[in-house]
């Protein structure tokens, strides 16, 4: 899904001048890239293979933000951020998702895995995909608007308040799913899973490895292993 082509204004994301390996060029491109991807997963034409492009785009969405991570403190030019207006709505798109993967929307989360005792809370991959954009996209309208160094920090900022735990977490549970069905390993609870068989450990583990198959592999667009 990364070979998405971009409409006519991502066409003119850049100043002819920009030197293609700036660092911000290269930031600016890889998110522009999954913004683009993830809006087109979302209108539903290969629901199978939504899954898989997900687990894709995340992953490399992430790379941009190590960069940001491990670069230096980004100063903004100006002490206030300059008003962006009124931005998109990502409801449509937080639906959207929602519908398409409503079997395997939740999981569960821990935020911080340094803070002791902390109980997992329920989370929407749905809402996650929804509110990284919604980060992703302010940023990119100071860098259209030729903020360059207010859209880096922007991006940075964020990086380490918000999108970057929201998609590492997104990319757990994505990464998650996939080894579940390629790997043929049940997870806990599996509807339609006949228990009352007399059946030892290692044959139950098989049986669920062929419910998850049958009820995950199909609709994700994944194959199980052989």
């Known amino acids: ?46 629901p199978d293979s939504a899954i898989p492009f997900l687990l894709l785009e995340v992953s490399q969405l992430l790379l941009a933000g190590g960069r940001l991570g491990a670069h230096e403190d980004i100063v903004p030019d100006e002490r206030y951020e300059p008003d962006l207006g009124p931005e998109p709505d990502p409801d449509d798109l937080r639906q959207r998702f929602a519908i398409m993967l409503d079997p395997i929307d939740v999981y569960s989360e821990v935020f911080d895995p340094y803070e002791p005792r902390k109980a997992p809370v329920a989370c929407r991959i749905s809402d996650d995909l929804a509110d990284v954009i919604t980060d992703l996209r302010h940023g990119l309208a100071h860098y259209r608007a030729g ?67 049958e009820e995950l592999a199909g609709p994700l667009g994944l194959r199980t292993a052989t």
């Open 1 to 46: 899904m990364s070979d998405v082509k971009p409409d006519a204004s991502a066409k003119l994301l850049h100043a002819v001048a920009q030197d293609p390996d700036d660092f911000a060029v290269q930031i600016a491109d890889q998110i522009e890239s999954f913004i683009v991807a993830v809006t087109e997963v979302a209108k539903g034409d290969e």
């Open 147 to 213: 903020r360059t160094t207010e859209a880096l920090w922007w991006w940075q900022f964020s990086y380490f308040s918000n999108w970057g735990s929201t998609a590492s977490a997104c990319l757990r549970a994505l990464q998650s799913l996939v080894a579940h069905v390629r790997l043929d390993q049940p997870l806990q609870e599996l509807d339609g899973l006949d228990t009352d068989e007399d059946l030892g450990e290692e044959d139950l583990e098989k049986e669920a490895g062929k419910v998850m198959a």
